[in-house]
């Protein structure tokens, strides 16, 4: 088992900055890949980045530039740089770690006002 806790969201003006965490705990070493998706009132959740054990990252076209994905192996933290943000960046970020299974955080709001 794989215990996921966002923290950082919150109501940033258009073009601020946030930076989102995500702890993990329990069978770390089970994971191949962590990431961050999104799910916006209405909408499907959707990626926004991934990070592999190997180092590769993949972002979705809409963040690109603006976002980065980054973690701290000995902390087990993940984290998600979001700078130049705009209102339809507006969502709730859940933390997401596939191995043997799939895990999800409980999600962190994140709004951005114009």
């Known amino acids: 088992q794989v215990q996921l806790v966002e923290s950082g969201g919150g109501l940033v003006q258009a073009g601020g900055s946030l930076r989102l965490s995500c702890a993990a705990s329990?069978?770390?070493?089970?994971?191949?890949?962590m990431g961050w998706y999104r799910q916006a009132p209405g909408k499907n959740r959707e990626l926004v980045a991934t990070l592999q054990n190997v180092g590769t990252t993949r972002y979705a076209d809409s963040v690109k530039g603006r976002f980065t994905i980054s973690r701290d192996s000995a902390k087990n933290m993940l984290y998600l740089q979001m700078n130049s943000l705009k209102p339809e960046d507006t969502a709730v970020y859940y933390c997401n770690a596939e191995g043997d299974w799939i895990y999800w955080g409980q999600g962190t709001q994140v709004t951005v006002s114009s």
């Open positions: 329990g069978s770390i070493f089970s994971l191949d890949t």
